[in-house]
């Protein structure tokens, strides 16, 4: 039976529509075969990236030569450069910005690796704090308004190279996406007196349907409204409106979480490729009471067609229901 449902936060309704799935090894997606032949991430091949601009553990001569488990990068295609003029330009209805921002490639790992879940304990945790850094760094410089870090792993996420990375674009506006967020939370706020997120956690976890894993800081779950099957949101159990301000202490647990989760979905669905994101409020902004942050992770098993582009709406065969439930019969060890 098909289910129109609403997201509590934003005004994007869904159907999930289970008659629509086939069984759940329909979706595996072929993994293709490695190829690390010249691959500019691998260690050794450090001169053919741009220098680096931070290392971890930080070592000398720009990240080049061994010793650094993940490495930040310009990205030599970048989409936005902070050597750009920001100028508002108007031609009368047509209005620009310049291409002012910033681009960087997160490389996590000097191995030739593919996904989150191959990365070692210590490179999980250097890429989540890596996240936090860069932000925090971009944060403090002038014009910008906001930073998006995010993943892309294999060909149907959008990347272009293999090996383990991750992005982040800061620029000088707020992503609709997020304005929608912002926009959502701020009315729920409004109305309920209470952050949307908070309200949906104490929810989520009362009703123990949707929720994934939970550790002492941080809670994994499917949304209701999830867009697509087997979409994971990752949020801070206490309220928390910028990413960026994530003490050192709790960090190896969100990557431990993160590396958690990726690995059940990927057990479930036969290593997917998939995206994650961080939703983190804006720069100009100090502490929000009615965003929280959050990462959201969703396996790329659906394209998006016609209805979608055309409507917003998302239609999942997979009620997140029944997404936990497999999720959660993972054991540990099946990884
Ligand atoms: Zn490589
Ligand atoms: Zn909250
Ligand atoms: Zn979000």
New binding site residues.
């Given amino acids: 039976v098909p289910d129109l449902r609403k997201d509590p936060l934003l005004d994007r309704w869904v159907i999930i529509a289970p008659q629509r799935a086939g069984r759940p090894n329909e979706f595996r997606v072929a993994s293709c075969a490695r190829t ?1 032949k010249s ?4 260690a050794g ?1 450090e001169h053919d990236t741009p220098p680096a601009l931070a290392t971890y553990p930080e070592v000398g001569s720009a990240g080049r030569g061994v010793g650094w488990q993940v490495r930040v990068v310009p990205n030599r295609y970048a989409a936005l450069h902070s050597e750009s003029v920001l100028g508002r330009s108007c031609g009368g209805l047509f209005e620009s910005l310049g291409g002012y921002g910033e681009h960087e490639v997160i490389i996590e790992s000097p ?3 593919v996904s989150l879940t191959d990365l070692s304990d210590e490179q999980a945790f250097l890429t989540f704090l890596c996240y936090r850094d860069r932000l925090r760094h971009w944060r403090g410089v002038p014009n910008l308004a906001s930073g998006f870090a995010f993943k892309n792993v294999g060909p149907a996420a959008g990347a272009s ?3 383990t990375h991750s992005q982040l674009i800061v620029m000088p506006v707020v992503p609709l996406t997020l304005q929608s967020e912002l926009s959502g939370s701020d009315r729920f706020f409004r109305k309920h007196r209470q952050c949307a997120f908070c309200a949906v956690i104490d929810e989520e976890l009362e009703r123990d349907v949707r929720i994934v894993c939970r550790t002492d800081n941080f809670v994994a779950f499917c949304p209701f409204a999830s867009r697509f099957p087997y979409e994971m949101w990752i949020v801070p159990a206490q309220h928390a409106s910028h990413f960026e301000e994530i003490e050192t202490a709790w960090i190896r647990e969100l990557a431990q979480l993160a590396v958690d989760v990726i690995g059940r979905m990927e057990a479930v669905l036969g290593r997917p490729d998939y995206n994650y994101l961080i939703h983190s409020a804006p720069f100009d902004t100090s502490a929000v009471d009615h965003y929280h942050w959050h990462i959201e992770i969703f396996p790329r098993t659906t394209t998006t067609a016609g209805f979608e582009w055309g409507t917003g709406f998302h239609i999942n065969p997979v009620p997140p229901e029944d997404a936990v439930s497999r999720l959660r019969a993972v054991s540990q060890l099946a990884r």
């Fill in positions: 690390a691959c500019p991430f691998c091949h191995d030739h690796v190279l293999e090996h």
